[in-house]
Structures are given as structure tokens and as C-alpha cells.
């Protein structure tokens, strides 16, 4: 297989989210175990925190972005902050990567993907640094930070991974408005497949009714 060939076959498609899926977002977030949450939030977040978190997500300032399955359900999510409050020309050029997997698409690599797709947004947009915090426990998230090339500072129950991105430049920008359009193009067709399944049940179920009926009148 050619190099070209590998990245096809790993391609994922990741949308950038909207204010439009914040409910598919509070969905996602609400359907991971209570483990997974701690792990997510750093502690054990209830439905209510959650719901705050979602309802606080800024879609303007930040970026968010996801995997969508088949059935449109959003599998695989990830938050990309910048520093509300910086002070600092260095706190700007820095974002925050948070992330989560539903448990049933776990291993696919699409943590990782998220975390690339991530690194490339930050680069486009003037980002320098890429910082991930995690419990130390977690090392699912630390070893996508670590194979990325990101220095891990574990400081007891805590770790903090700190990630140099290089200056964007065309082929950065590219590969991200590529991957976007070829992302969005993805889910539209799983939209019309979507749609089609539903009418297709719906054209079997009025055929089932008016053989039940044919059935019923023949006897
Ligand atoms: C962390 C998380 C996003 C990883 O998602 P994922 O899609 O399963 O991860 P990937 O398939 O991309 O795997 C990435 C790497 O982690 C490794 N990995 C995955 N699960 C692991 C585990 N339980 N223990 C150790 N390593 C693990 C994989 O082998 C892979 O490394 P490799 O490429 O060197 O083989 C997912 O486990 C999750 O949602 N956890 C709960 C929320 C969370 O912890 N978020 C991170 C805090 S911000």
C-alpha cells in the first residue's frame, strides 16, 4: 500500500461543530459512563454540569469538532479552547484540546484523529502550543498526546502534556479545508442514506398493511 493509499484508508471524516449541535454534543457527553466523565472532566460530573458545560460552549471562540456514525448519532467529539482571558501574547498562541470516544467506537483511532485534526486547527489559526490535561491514570489520552510528540509532566494524580506546533504554511491549510469539505460532503450523504432507510421502512411497513388487509378481506 502507498503512502497515499494509508491516509485514504485512515481518513475520518471530522465536522466542525455548531451552535445547531449542542443537543447532539449534551447527547454525547451525557451518554458516557461515569468513569469516563471523571476522566473527560477530571471529576465525577453530574447531568446538570454536563448540561452547564455544553450550554457554555462557545462556538465563536472556540472550535469543536466531530465524528457522526451512520445513524447521524455523534460517536466521537473534541474541544479545542483558547484562553478566554489571556493576558499574554504567549497564553494566546496557546488552545486546550479536550476529548471523548464513545465507548462503543473506542480503539478505531479516532481520539487520535481528533487530536491531529486539532493540532492542524491550532497551527491555522496562530497557535503555538497544544495543552491537554489529564489525570494521570488516563493512558489512553496521554499516549495520544505522547505519539504526537508532546512532553508529559505527570505531577501525582495529575498530568499536564505540552505540545510545540510548527507555523502553519499552505499545505496546513489546505489539508484542513480539504478534510472539512470532504467531511461535509461524508455526512451528506449519510443524511440521504438516513432518509432513504426511513423510507424504505416506511414503504415496507404500508406494503405489510395492505397484504394484512388482502389477507383479512380474502378470508
Ligand atoms: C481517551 C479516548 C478519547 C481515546 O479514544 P480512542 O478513540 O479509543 O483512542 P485511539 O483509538 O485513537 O487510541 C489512541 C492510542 O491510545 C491507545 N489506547 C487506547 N485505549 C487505551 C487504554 N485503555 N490504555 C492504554 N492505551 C490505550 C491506543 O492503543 C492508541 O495508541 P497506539 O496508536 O500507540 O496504539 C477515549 O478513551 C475516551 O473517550 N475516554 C474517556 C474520556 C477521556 O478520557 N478523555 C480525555 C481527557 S480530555
Known sequence: M?????????????????????????????????????????????????????????????????????????????????????????????????????????????????????????RNRGCDRLFIHALSENSAMLKIAANAGATVQRDGPESEAWLKLPPDDLASRVDELVSQQAAELDFRFKVHAHRMNRLMGMVRDVGDHISEKGRIASE
Not at 501574547?89 to 491531529?116: C, H, I, M, N, W
Open 2 to 122: 502507498t503512502t497515499a493509499d494509508n491516509a485514504l484508508f485512515q481518513w475520518v471524516p471530522i465536522r466542525s461543530l455548531a451552535p445547531r449541535h449542542r443537543e447532539r454534543a449534551a447527547q454525547h457527553l451525557l451518554a458516557l459512563e461515569p468513569r469516563d466523565r471523571y476522566l473527560r472532566f477530571g471529576y465525577a460530573a453530574t447531568d446538570e454540569q454536563v448540561r452547564r458545560y455544553v450550554d457554555g460552549l462557545d462556538f465563536e471562540r472556540d472550535e469543536l469538532f466531530g465524528i457522526f456514525n451512520r445513524k447521524l448519532v455523534l460517536i466521537a467529539m473534541a474541544h479545542l479552547a483558547y484562553a478566554p482571558e489571556a493576558k499574554t501574547p504567549e497564553q494566546r498562541r496557546t488552545a486546550e484540546f479536550g476529548v471523548s470516544v464513545l465507548k462503543q467506537a473506542r480503539g478505531r483511532g479516532y481520539g487520535a484523529r481528533l487530536f491531529d485534526r486539532a493540532m492542524l486547527h491550532a
